[in-house]
């Protein structure tokens, strides 16, 4: 495996920031790290970087233990951070440069200029870092994880504050590195997960509450549906959860309004149930409507 974590933990204080997670990445994946602000992400890609010290638990990357061996493993390792540091009075090439000396790179010069085109800065490579848009901002620090031809991908928010035309730039370019790569990487944004992953683990509160492969959770979306009802008057929860095809329901309160979410695998078939059920206890629905879930809705499901 070219990521290996077991039983990782790292507290804050009293905080529990990750709470004993395990997982892998082989080599050729690319895998969707998802989780709401504060559920673990960032802190957990530190720990597998060796910026930060876990306090229990085992990373190895590609084969080598983090701990004990941070210099080798960051060898292996290019790292973009959601705060992308760029030394902003450099030129592009001179930044490039420095990360290259940074690492001991043979022939630098020429590796240099085949990143910058990978990543699509060709055009703006003779120009200071402060003068570029901030998705070539980006692209310099995608270059500058890439200069010294590292195994392991590890991208936190790499498409944050771009706008949507820069956001598919950046996404191709990830995309395209994959072939060689093996990609780690964190976003808000469910289009550009399922646009470009293989996997998806979700995090949340520290907890990783889902791991599979992109289809497998999009099955899960396509073959689940909710029903949203709300009726003039309350009425007892359990007449809803006892709808032969219901599989679950909730309730949210919408300025002063009831709403009930019933989820289901037969949109009609509940319909129809509820329709039998305003008949049968004299019930007046003031709204009915369905709506499918998406791979957006599954992770609001498993992180609320």
Partial sequence: MSISVTNLSKHYGTQKAVNDISFSVAQGEIVGFLGPNGAGKSTTMKMI??????DAGTISVCGLPVSGNQVATKKKIGYLPEANPLYLDMYVREYLGFIAS???????????EAVIETVGLTTEANKKIHQLSKGYKQRVGLAAALVHDPEVLILDEPTSGLDPNQIVEIRSVIKSLAVHKTILFSSHIMQEVEAICDRVIIINKGTIVADDNLHNLQDRSVNSHS??????????????KNLPDALSVSLTSQAGRQVYHIECADVGAVKKELL???VTHNLNIVSLQSEAKNLESVFKSLTT
């Fill in 49 to 54: 970087t060796g910026y930060l010290d876990s």
């Fill in 102 to 112: 940074v690492h001991h790179i043979k022939d630098a010069r020429k590796q240099i």
């Fill in 227 to 240: 029903v949203i009802v709300e009726f003039k008057d309350a009425l007892k929860i359990d007449l809803l």
């Fill in 276 to 278: 039998q059920l305003s």
